[in-house]
């Protein structure tokens, strides 16, 4: 468990028939996870601020109409929470499906990448997507670092997170609105010319290769390795991301 939570009061609830608890302050994803369940999940990684904009996490609650993302809903006593029913598998499958849609299809070698993506749609019996995929921006090289390759972002802004609130960078936002929305660097700058500082942190933190160390735009598996270029800030501490 979280040692942040592990001295909070402990809230008992039922997942998928089965009696279990969340510490205070846990969420029903951390607590599932606690308990050995895994509710497939894009948006969510432990280290970052919850956000809920995906939805490949969602849950039933009864009494309730709507399906919770479970990454950001805490549940309470007695809350009676399915993860598995025919309704929330059903949902899951098809925000996987929709996302995967939108990957550059696998077919058009060499693209061979194994990402989150993949590994849930694999897991949850996803398969070939049935819906037509969006046309998507051209690749951006032009940083040093770091490839851009937006044809796979689900816009799961775990970068943007990463960038803001893990390095305080703040060089990626979010841009437009609805099918028009997009990752940008700065203003809408190419990667290259924006203030990145190619600390590695949102290649780490992408869940589907759209961000690669550079040279690796979707032509292999996910070796994340990335020397990160931290000189450039004057510490000099020379990770190496894994
Ligand atoms: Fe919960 Fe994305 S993981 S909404």
């Known amino acids: 468990a979280n040692p942040e939570f592990m001295n909070q009061p402990q809230i008992g609830f039922k997942l998928d028939g089965e009696e279990v608890f969340a510490f205070e302050g846990e969420t ?5 996870k606690r308990h050995g369940k895994e ?6 990684s432990d280290n970052l601020r919850p ?10 609650i009864e009494g309730e109409r709507v ?3 479970s990454c950001c809903r805490k549940p309470s006593e ?5 993860a598995e029913s025919e309704r929330a598998v059903r949902s899951q499958k098809l925000v996987l499906e929709l996302l995967k849609s939108d990957m550059p299809k696998q077919s058009q070698s060499p693209y061979t990448l194994k990402s989150e993506l ?7 019996d996803v398969g070939t997507p049935r819906f037509k995929g969006r046309s998507q921006p051209q690749a951006d090289l032009s940083h040093p670092a770091i490839s851009v390759n937006l044809d796979a972002c689900i816009q799961c802004t775990r970068c943007l997170r990463a960038c ?7 060089v990626i936002g979010y841009a437009n609105r609805g099918s028009h929305s997009e990752i940008v660097f700065d203003i809408a700058d190419p990667m290259g010319a924006s203030s ?14 759209a961000l690669m160390p550079a040279g690796n735009v979707g032509l292999q598996e996910a070796d994340k390795t990335v020397d990160s270029t931290c000189p450039y800030c004057g510490v000099g501490c020379l990770i190496k991301y894994h």
Do not use: S
Request: glycine letters at 8%; proline letters at 5%.
């Open 78 to 82: 007695g809350m009676n929470i399915k």
């Open 39 to 44: 509710i497939p999940h894009l948006c969510y």
């Open 28 to 32: 029903i994803l951390q607590a599932a």
């Open 118 to 124: 993949d590994f849930w749609a694999e897991k949850m």
């Open 67 to 69: 399906l919770a993302p």
């Open 164 to 170: 803001r609130e893990e390095q305080m960078n703040d």
């Open 196 to 209: 990145c500082v190619a600390c590695g942190e949102c290649v780490q933190a992408c869940p589907t290769g």
């Open 51 to 60: 956000d809920g904009n995906c939805r490949a996490c969602v849950v039933e």
